[in-house]
């Protein structure tokens, strides 16, 4: 199949590509390399796939991978609507997974723009070109925050997700009602997928796992808000990865009255205490952490925790990798990438 990945030097887009271009896929890589966080990072990852930094220009020109036959590398923004449409004219796309996003609850306290931008303009260009085209099938990043901070756990698909307690995570649910209503209207399918707290190798600088080890490594501080007294529900990205195979893999399912709609949790399915994980986190790098508590941050919720039977029922998803074997992995590539 061809398959356009938006995000492709993103944490998840890198993996999700990589593992595609193995399987034979072809696929055609798109990315602005913003500087939300360390382009350097991102850059590496495009180098992992095959492509060359001295050839990425501003020209919007595709780029063929140095390493993979199947793969090619566009530079572009979501929101660049001129140059998004021709995306689309080029090929015809078996799929779009649309992973591209201004990413990060807290950022978007401080920079709302970039997110309407980027998630709700650049999520409509990526909804027309599918329309246009008519791809088949499209199947994009939600996120658990869209559940904001319900008590009623573990989280489902069908609660109650109209009260986020952030800008990014309306954008997030927004996403899900154009898609909701683009299937609908236009007769494609939808697959939205709502990511919950994704870590591992090539992980990104902006999640708290990456802070920690960086902070503990250089003896400083970490920040625990609302004292350490947070849950979440951590998935390794090759569960992630395997997840999003399954579904590229069987095809569209539907879960919804709307017949051309799905929305699935896609998680690990097993809470883990903060104060918990940071242990896990102290013995892998052999190194106690100095706290600072801090009360909750604006945005922020208390505790996730997916309920991922419907991912089992319909695409035999399995998350197998434990909170324990996934740090390990993450320590291993991060003191081997930063030389710590």
Known sequence: MRILVTGVAGFIGYHLSLSLLRSGHTVIGLDNLNSYYDVNLKIARLTELGISIKEIDDNHTFIQSNSFKNFEFIKCSLEDKLNIDKV??????????????????????????????????????????????????LIYASSSSVYGNSTTTPFKTSDFTDSPVSLYAATKKSNELMAHTYSHLYDFKTTGLRFFTVYGPWGRPDMAYFKFTEAILKNESIPVFNNGQLERDFTYIDDIIGGINKIVEKGFISNSENSNNAIYNIGNGKPVKLMDFIAILEKELKKKATFNMLPMQDGDVYKTWTDIEELKENYNYRPAIDIEFGIHQFVKWYTSFYKS
Do not use: M, W
């Open 88 to 137: 689309f004219q080029k090929y015809n796309y078996d799929i779009v997974c649309n992973l591209a996003a201004q990413a990060g609850v807290r950022y978007s306290l401080e920079h709302p723009d970039k997110y309407i931008n980027s998630n709700i303009l650049g999520f409509f260009n990526i909804l027309e070109g599918c329309k246009s085209t008519k791809v088949p099938h």
